[in-house]
């Protein structure tokens, strides 16, 4: 089946500091990939998304590469703001969508 | 302007009644959504409709009926409600098939409190 697993959180960070949140999927097909982010008392966004193997989404700063030999889609960024404090949820998407559990980023000045 | 609405937003409610959330989308898409988010945020499909036609029922408790009257709403209406009931339900929009059902723009939920 389809399947996503993503790092449990919660992860907090200082300003500025390097961010990784780990994600790996099973899949029966060839899925795209996509993080999506929710702000408290918000809906899910998109944040970047990726459809085939090695492409790399990237948005805002954040980045993930489609990684299809490791089965991985992991987000990355270089230097985070207290701003992208939040909720990141990994997903793939073969007919439907399948998220992850989340993982809540809180990030201190 | 709001592309994904959902009313009401918060919903607080006893055992056993019948309640109802709507869902109106503003971006004439073909295909509507609705997600279950646990209170360990794991989010689940539900529903989805397509041009007001059932195409993914998830296993579902039967006390959740969706009824799409126009494309561009989708409401979930839930009989008995019960204690585990209880998450936020996020409604969402996709554009037709050939534009991409993973392009996918969710509302700003409804968090139902069943007491």
């Known amino acids: 089946g389809n399947s996503v697993t993503q790092m449990e959180g919660p992860v907090t960070l200082s300003e500025e500091a390097f961010l990784t949140i780990n994600c790996t999927y099973t899949a029966t097909g060839y899925p795209s990939l996509f993080w999506y982010v929710q702000y408290p008392g918000e809906g899910l966004q998109l944040l970047l998304k990726?459809?085939?193997?090695?492409d790399k989404g990237s948005n805002k700063g954040f980045e993930a590469t489609y990684r299809k030999e490791t089965t991985s889609f992991h987000l990355e960024k270089g230097s985070v703001q207290v701003s992208d404090s939040a909720v990141y949820f990994c997903?793939?998407?073969?007919?439907?969508?399948?998220f992850g559990t989340g993982t809540s980023l809180t990030v201190i000045p | 302007d709001t592309a994904v609405s959902q009313t009401p937003k918060y919903l607080v409610t006893q055992m056993g009644n019948d309640k109802s959330i709507k869902c109106e989308q503003n971006?004439?898409?073909?295909?509507m959504y609705w997600y279950k988010q646990d209170s360990k945020k794991f989010l689940k499909i539900m529903f989805s409709y397509n041009n007001k036609e059932l195409i993914i029922n998830e296993t579902v408790p039967n006390r959740f009926s969706p009824k799409s009257p126009d494309k561009a709403h989708l409401n979930l209406h839930i009989n008995s409600l019960e204690l585990g009931d209880s998450a936020v339900y996020f409604c969402?929009?996709?554009?037709?098939?050939?534009?991409?059902?993973?392009?996918?723009?969710f509302g700003p939920g409804t968090r139902l409190t069943v007491l």
């Open positions: 969402a929009s996709s554009p037709n098939p050939a534009g991409g059902r993973d392009t996918q723009y």
């Open positions: 990726a459809t085939k193997a090695d």
């Open positions: 997903a793939l998407y073969y007919n439907q969508f399948y």
């Open positions: 971006l004439g898409h073909d295909t």
